[in-house]
């Protein structure tokens, strides 16, 4: 089974990777940047938006997981146009290529956001069976929309089959260092200000990427075709936990200064990976502690 990977050299592509790796499947990573973490694998360098190109190396392959985007959404903000281009445009070139190839499958990495972000309190369940946000409040939100749009009506109009993987917030290992976790973890070794908004009451499902990658994986079986999944961690995880799990960890104290709740900064709410454990057979493993305790020790080793 031959397998290629957009974005495999990014922070959950190279998870994704090496699991597959681990599963004895022929990967290859299809990526502006060279694989960083010595993964015995293909790598092609090549931009996502150049369709002859994708087209060309893809002859022969069974399935692409499409997971190179825009993922920082604040950079999104910045650059509306070039983001949009890497993230929706990307994923029409990679649909295009496998209705030209016949691959089996597309894969693509979407998000929680498509659901948005203020609806929902402490009792709100979300499955996969839920609306899109209506009226979304970020450029990002409105791409990875439309990115899974592409994927139904390229179902729909050429039969492309797909699979849509809703992820939640990840951390763990080769976080980008804009990310919540890296955020609070220099700033504690640091003694620097951690700055919340509101009482850190609020919620949020943290997935641990080993985790998010193994059901990344899952999805190749026959049971994910032309399916969606919710992969998320299963914990409601506050901020203010956040910071405690990291002091125990490290062993320090943290400053936290409290300022005013953001407008329509929502409580929680609970996005359900239910569909994925029964259709799938995956489910979180490493609770977020341990999970945190792993990342951390690997950071200060
Ligand atoms: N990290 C998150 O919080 C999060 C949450 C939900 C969904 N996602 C989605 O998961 C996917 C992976 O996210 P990540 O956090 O690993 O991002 P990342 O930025 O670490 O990795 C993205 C990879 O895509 C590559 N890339 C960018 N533009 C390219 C182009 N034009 N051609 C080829 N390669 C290109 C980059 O070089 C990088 O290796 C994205 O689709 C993202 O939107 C991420």
Redesign the pocket.
């Known amino acids: 089974m031959k397998v290629l990977v957009?974005?495999?050299?990014?922070?959950?592509?190279?998870h994704l990777v090496d699991v597959l790796n681990e599963q004895g499947i022929d990967v290859t990573i299809?990526?502006?940047?060279a694989p960083r973490y010595n993964q015995k694998c293909g790598y092609v360098r090549?931009?996502?938006?150049?369709l002859s190109r994708i087209t060309s190396v893809t002859i022969g392959f069974d399935y692409i997981y499409?997971?190179?985007?825009?993922?920082?959404v604040n950079r999104f903000y910045e650059s509306p146009y070039y983001s949009n281009?890497?993230?929706s445009n990307?994923t029409l070139n990679v649909l295009e290529c496998a209705r030209r190839n016949n691959i089996k499958r597309v894969l693509?990495?979407?998000?929680?956001?498509i659901y948005g972000s203020i609806i929902g309190d402490e009792n709100d369940r979300i499955t996969e069976e839920t609306l899109y946000a209506q009226n979304p409040d970020h450029l990002?939100t409105s791409s990875?929309i439309a990115?899974e749009l592409f994927c139904k009506n390229y179902k729909t109009l050429y039969g492309v089959n797909y699979t849509i993987m809703?992820?939640?917030?990840?951390f763990g290992e080769?976080?980008?260092a804009e990310?919540v976790t890296p955020i609070f973890i220099n700033k504690i070794l640091n003694n620097d200000e951690i700055t919340i908004h509101g009482d850190g009451s609020q919620t949020r499902q943290f997935i641990y990427v080993k985790d998010l990658a193994e059901g990344n994986a899952a999805c190749l079986k026959q049971e994910g075709e032309n399916q969606i999944f919710n992969i998320n961690g299963c914990e409601k995880i506050s901020v203010i936990q956040i910071v405690t799990t990291l002091e125990e960890i490290l062993n320090k104290k943290a400053k936290v200064k409290f300022i005013e709740d953001r407008k329509g900064n929502y409580t929680g709410r609970i996005i359900s990976s239910e569909k994925a454990k029964k259709l799938l057979g995956w489910e979180q493993k490493v609770s977020y502690r341990d999970a945190m305790e792993r990342y951390v020790k690997g950071i200060l080793k």
Request: hydrophobic fraction near 30%; avoid cysteine.
């Open positions: 957009t974005g495999g050299s990014g922070f959950i592509g190279s299809y990526d502006l940047d090549g931009d996502v938006n150049d499409h997971l190179a985007a825009e993922a920082n281009l890497i993230t990307s693509l990495a979407s998000t929680e956001w990002y990875k990115s809703r992820y939640g917030i990840p080769r976080a980008r990310t």
